[in-house]
């Protein structure tokens, strides 16, 4: 009897010591990528920053838009880069006020690159342990326009982890404890977990846009609300619910430090409906009287071609022969010229 108390104890122990492990291998993962964003921005001198989602992450290449300005300018021209894939204006939000803003900085344009629907958006993916990283202590104004109360898992996500981190990233956390437990003999974990454990395929998985939402479907997923007495309620409009999105606090954020910009990224020309086109005087009417920046891309007839795009809000990789801008030359690397020339005409970039 005695020995089966030890037995239990010693496996308690164990079971504690591998979670403790993972734990402060996932909080080390988690820190890794929220933190030295203020501290860089404070280093470095930059006369940019750009911020997005695929549509920068996968439609720009940095070189050719920097290598672009810098030769209209004559000057060097440095950008400092935050893109999270499938992400928008909420971890924009949150990343504008508790990084940027927090940095001893200013004058320096930001860049914001997404599409049409996306000034909107007010959710966060399920369960986005990565969204709830760039929060503050407190963040009322987050909650407020989301239109939700503060959850018992935002309150303790950050101190615990392990409870709620997202598949991929446990994935990458265990990958990298097994190679660093076994000396790099399993330097990428994969066969060890898929044998001992069977869990994880680890495979990379390309974001891929393959319909955007419909704009009447998202306002639908936005919080219900309604001017007026409950006689006379008004169903809030389109203008409505971008005035209560995150993208006027952002510009309040911003106001005074950091010159905005919105990039309006060009989408598959066959997909560009007539409902897209008024959100964009909207948010074009929205934006002049707030005093910021808008590039739609969606004017620019260069991007046109079909046979540039993979998907419908993606450029393909590779080059197409007989183009306008050029020969050989990918719908990426004209895409990027011509935000480097818009970012130029609109004085951005001086």
């Known amino acids: 009897m005695e ?7 010693v496996t308690i122990v164990i079971i504690l010591l591998i979670f403790s492990g993972i734990e ?19 280093s470095g001198n930059y006369d940019l920053i750009l911020i997005g989602n695929s549509m920068l992450g996968h439609n720009v290449n940095i070189s050719i838009l920097e290598d672009e300005l810098s030769q209209s300018t004559g000057r060097k021209i440095s950008s400092k880069i935050f893109y999270f894939d499938g992400r928008s204006f909420p971890l924009w939000y949150l990343l504008i006020k508790n990084r940027i803003a927090a940095s001893q900085k200013s004058n320096i344009p930001v860049v914001i690159i997404g ?17 709830r990283l760039y929060m503050a202590v407190d963040e009322p104004d987050f909650y407020r326009i989301r239109g939700t109360p503060v959850s018992f898992t935002d309150t303790i996500e950050r101190s615990s982890s392990i409870l709620f981190a997202r598949e991929d990233v446990a994935a990458a956390v ?5 190679k660093e437990a076994t000396i790099e003999r399993y330097p990428d974990g ?25 704009l009447p479907d998202l306002l639908n997923t936005l919080p219900a609300q309604v001017t007026g007495s409950s006689k006379t309620r008004v169903r809030m409009t389109e203008e409505d619910y971008l005035k209560h999105g995150f ?7 911003t106001q005074g430090r950091f010159p905005l910009v919105y990039v309006d990224s060009h989408l598959y020309p066959a997909n560009d409906t007539e409902k897209l086109k008024n959100s964009r005087k909207i948010l074009g009417k929205f934006l002049s009287e707030n005093n910021v920046t808008y590039i739609d891309l969606n004017q620019r007839e260069e991007l046109n071609n079909t046979e540039l795009y993979a998907d419908l809000a993606h450029f393909h990789q590779k080059n197409f022969v007989h183009w306008k801008e050029t020969s050989n030359v990918s719908g990426i690397e004209i895409n990027s010229r011509i935000i480097a020339r818009e970012l130029l005409e609109r004085k951005v970039i001086q």
Do not use: C, M
């Open 115 to 131: 599409h049409i629907t996306e000034p909107w958006t007010v959710a966060n993916r399920p369960g986005d342990n990565v969204t």
């Open 24 to 42: 402060i291998g996932i909080k080390n993962y988690f820190d890794g990528r929220k933190d030295n964003f203020t501290e860089d921005l404070n």
């Open 174 to 178: 265990l990958r990298e404890f097994i």
């Open 247 to 253: 993208f006027p606090e952002i510009i309040r954020v």
């Open 190 to 214: 994969e066969s060890v977990l898929k044998k001992r454990f069977a869990i994880g395929q680890f495979r990379e998985q390309a974001p891929s846009v393959q319909h955007l939402q419909p």
């Open 3 to 9: 020995i089966n108390k030890k037995r239990l104890v």
